[in-house]
C-alpha cells in the first residue's frame, strides 16, 4: 500500500484524489489546505486539515497548489521521511530543496473544476533528485495512468510552454472566434464541426502537413478583406501576426 498526503484543494488536488481513491494499492491518508469550504469536498472521504506543517505519515507528500506557492508550502511542510513532490509544469523540483527526497508529477492536462478527466490518457511527467524514488513514482503514475515520463526540469518547461501554445492559446482562439459570431448574431456552434476536424487531423497528420487557410495558399485579397471587417486593433494584430507566421513557416510572401 502507497500512503499519500495532497497539500493542495485545487482543480488538480480533486482531479487527483478523485482517480487515486479508485486505486486498491494507493491509499490518499490526508488532504491539507487553508480553505475550510474547499476541504468540504474531500471531508467526506479522508482526513483533512488546515495545518500544513504537520500532516500525517505518508510515502509521498503532493504538493497540488498554485505555482508561487510552492516553495512556500514546502517549507512549511515538517517532515520527517517520505518522498515530497509538487505537480507543477514551469517550476523545477529545486523549489522543494527544503528536503532531502523530492520530486515531480506533472500530469499534462488542463483541468476544470466542472469537467471530469479519465486520467489514463492524461501524460504524466515524472522527475526525482534521486535515482531510488522514481520506481515509487512510476509505479502511482502508472497506476492511473498509460503515458508516463522521464523529464528533467528544463524539458518540463518547454512541454509546458508547448501546452500554453496549443491549448491557452487557441483557446483564447476560439474565444476571439465566439465574439465574432456573437456580433453578427451568427451561432458559434457553425464552427464547432471545424473545431473538431482541426484536432481529428492530427491523428493522421502533422500540424505542419494539416494547415490549411488563406495565410498559407498567400491569398491576399481574402487577408485583406479579413482585416478590414475586423473592427478591434488587437484583434487586426494578432490575425497578421498568425497570418504573417504561417506564411514565413511555407516559405511565402504576404
Do not use: W
Request: proline content about 4%.
Amino acid at each position: 500500500m502507497i500512503s499519500i498526503a495532497i497539500l493542495g484543494t485545487g482543480n488538480v488536488a480533486k482531479h487527483l484524489f478523485s482517480s487515486f481513491k479508485t486505486i486498491p494499492h494507493i491509499k490518499v491518508v490526508q488532504v491539507l489546505g487553508r480553505s475550510s469550504e474547499k476541504l468540504s469536498f474531500f471531508k467526506p472521504y479522508v482526513s483533512v486539515s488546515k495545518d500544513l506543517s504537520a500532516p500525517k505519515k505518508a510515502d509521498i507528500y503532493l504538493i497540488a497548489v498554485s505555482d508561487d506557492a510552492i516553495e512556500k508550502v514546502s517549507k512549511q511542510l515538517r517532515i520527517n521521511q517520505g518522498l515530497v513532490v509538487h505537480t507543477s509544469g514551469t517550476r523545477s523540483i529545486d523549489a522543494l530543496h527544503h528536503h532531502d527526497n523530492i520530486g515531480v508529477f506533472y500530469p499534462l492536462q488542463s483541468f476544470s473544476a466542472d469537467k471530469k478527466v479519465p486520467f489514463s490518457e492524461v501524460p504524466i511527467c515524472l522527475e526525482v533528485k534521486q535515482d531510488k524514488d522514481l520506481s515509487l513514482l512510476e509505479k502511482i503514475a502508472h497506476s492511473i495512468a498509460e503515458n508516463v515520463f522521464v523529464l528533467n526540469s528544463a524539458q518540463r518547461q518547454y512541454i509546458h510552454l508547448a501546452a500554453v501554445f496549443v491549448n491557452n492559446f487557441t483557446n483564447h482562439l476560439f474565444y476571439l472566434g465566439k465574439n465574432i459570431c456573437e456580433d453578427h448574431e451568427l451561432p458559434f456552434d457553425l464552427l464547432q464541426p471545424l473545431i473538431k476536424e482541426t484536432v481529428l487531423k492530427l491523428d493522421t497528420k502533422t500540424p505542419y502537413q494539416a494547415q490549411t487557410g488563406p495565410a498559407k495558399r498567400n491569398d491576399i485579397q481574402t487577408i485583406t478583406k479579413h482585416l478590414t471587417l475586423l473592427t478591434d486593433a488587437n484583434d487586426r494584430a494578432i490575425y497578421k501576426l498568425l497570418s504573417q507566421s504561417i506564411s514565413d513557416t511555407y516559405g511565402k510572401k504576404l
